[in-house]
């Protein structure tokens, strides 16, 4: 049996068709039955290749003239570009144009590709590599993603790390200022609120790490878990004596849940300053 994977794609210039693979099978023992990891893993990223080359020739194609009089772009040069995505490294191809003389711009040229990749790693990858890196060790999760999907080699322990800490820098920038205090308004118009939902219930626990440089000391790490009567649990946490936003962070868990200002909130702690000082 001979199978032969093919792919159309339907563009503004026509109907553009590419071979992806062709599988070939003599069923004689369980193993040839259905599709191998190594094939699928082939196929996806052979397409994965071919429509990011194509959306991107689209993209570049669309920018070629001047917005504004219509003027083609004249042409400077080009580079190579690197897109990393769930199913492989994509090398693209990145022209570099004049602008037209009725643009208004600090620069002479520019590259239009830079403008729709402005990361080199797709959200998605970023997604899963933070996903399963917070599970598990980073060498175990670069062994894990690259044993389902085809990516490079290139994928390791550090590479899985500095895309982690590249998410979390953003998410920290992304987080609101620290505040005094979170409480708005007076309860004279809290009492104008709908009936509250049942209360929400946060759980707050710490537990002491050991530092990775110096083995003798140790920080304490706050965790928390709300839970509301309906919907899904939210996560946080911390390192108390680092993290310049412990407020807003838990502010922000019950905002996620949907707290009103009349609800009623049960924290549910142990006995240390630490962590009772936080809800108060």
């Known amino acids: 049996m001979k199978g032969r994977v093919q792919l159309i794609m339907e563009t503004d210039a026509g109907e553009v068709a590419e071979?992806?693979?062709?599988?070939?099978?003599?069923?004689?023992?369980?193993?040839?039955?259905?599709?191998?990891?190594?094939?699928?893993?082939a196929v996806l990223a052979s397409i994965q290749q071919v429509i990011v080359k194509q959306q991107t020739a689209d993209y570049v194609e669309q920018q070629r003239s001047c917005p504004q009089c219509g003027q083609c772009r004249r042409h400077k040069g080009e580079h190579s570009l690197t897109f990393r995505t769930l199913f492989g490294t994509v090398v693209l191809q990145s022209p570099r144009w004049h602008r037209c003389p009725c643009e208004q711009a600090e620069t002479r040229t520019f590259s239009p590709l830079t403008a729709l990749l402005t990361e080199h790693t797709s959200p998605e990858r970023l997604y899963l590599e933070t996903k399963w890196a917070s599970l598990v060790s980073y060498g175990a999760t670069a062994r894990l993603l690259t044993d389902v999907l085809p990516l490079d080699d290139q994928l390791n322990a550090a590479s899985v790390r500095n895309d982690l800490q590249h998410v979390a820098e953003r998410a920290e920038a992304a987080l609101g200022n620290e505040q005094v205090a979170f409480i708005e308004g007076c309860p004279r118009d809290w009492g104008a609120l709908p009936p509250p939902p049942a209360p929400l219930t946060v759980g707050l626990d710490g537990g002491y790490v050991r530092e990775w440089k110096d083995k003798h000391k140790h920080f304490e790490m706050i965790a928390g878990k709300s839970v509301p009567e309906e919907g899904a649990a939210k996560y946080f946490g911390f390192a108390h004596g680092y993290d310049q936003k412990s407020k807003r962070r838990l502010f922000e868990l019950l905002q996620r849940q949907g707290m009103q200002r009349n609800q009623q909130v049960i924290f549910l702690t142990d006995g240390g300053d630490t962590l009772r000082d936080l809800p108060l």
Do not use: P
Not at 19 to 41: F, H, N, S, Y
């Open 19 to 41: 071979e992806i693979a062709c599988l070939e099978r003599e069923t004689a023992r369980l193993e040839d039955v259905g599709v191998t990891l190594t094939e699928a893993k």
